[in-house]
């Protein structure tokens, strides 16, 4: 059995022996009482999945007020963290074409352009869902000030249907003016087929749409099927 010589160790450390046996047996503090209740709350909030914003989040609905930082060291401590989204990606955007493309009016680096109230930007996109069956393709209409995906429609194909469901889903349920509204997108064959065009024109609708490859133009979009995918779909 290994001896310890507990008075060299002190001297070596520069602490008493009394103010080592006290720190030893003192209770635990109020502090590690929280991390440790904290901590499983995270664990069972956590489902495998959710990030630090998500846990922080459903801790303050649960009526935990508490940090980031906290919570965060907690999670690291404990090696709890989101999953990180699978390089694999269904293509569901097709911008070669000869169809027209429409100025980028709404610009994500110039506050100027962003809305100031609902209803006056809603930026677009298609994504997948993976299902037993296969994969099915959601487009969805999400309003840049609200963060409220206001219309979307699924479908087996990427035919320009798609996108004119959700739009149709988003202008019943808004009861949206469309007298300047923006619409904004990336530049896929079914955001500049002449069909879609059309619809915006007669809808009085302006199109905006993003810089060819720069996924950034569109970020607000791509934020929202990004966390999608990481929650269980």
Not at 58 to 78: E, I, P, Q, T
Not at 118 to 137: H, R
């Amino acid at each position: 059995e290994l001896q310890v010589d507990t008075h060299l160790i002190c001297q070596e450390m520069g602490v008493s022996r009394s103010g080592y046996y006290s720190w030893l047996n003192r209770p635990e503090s109020n502090q590690k009482k929280e991390n440790k209740m904290l901590i499983q709350k995270v664990k069972e909030i956590h489902k495998g999945t959710y990030g630090l914003l998500r846990v922080l989040m459903n801790l303050k609905d649960l009526g935990h007020s508490c940090g980031k930082s906290r919570v965060h060291k907690l999670m690291k401590n404990a090696e709890i963290s989101g999953i990180i989204k699978k390089r694999y990606k269904v293509r569901t955007t097709d911008s070669n074409h000869s169809d027209p493309i429409a100025p980028r009016i709404f610009q994500t680096e110039e506050p100027a352009t962003h809305p100031t109230k609902p209803n006056q930007l809603w930026a677009s996109d298609i994504s997948y869902v993976p299902t037993l069956e296969g994969f099915l393709y959601l487009a969805t209409y999400l309003d840049i000030f609200t963060r409220k995906v206001v219309g979307f429609s699924m479908s087996e194909s990427l035919e320009t249907s798609l996108i004119l469901d959700a739009l149709k889903m988003a202008l019943g349920r808004e009861k949206a003016s469309e007298v300047g509204l923006t619409s904004h997108s990336d530049r896929s064959c079914q955001y500049a087929s002449e069909i879609y065009r059309k619809r915006l024109e007669n809808l009085h609708i302006q199109a905006s749409m993003s810089r060819k490859g720069n996924c950034y133009d569109n970020a607000f979009a791509e934020s929202f099927f990004s966390t999608l995918k990481k929650d269980p779909v």
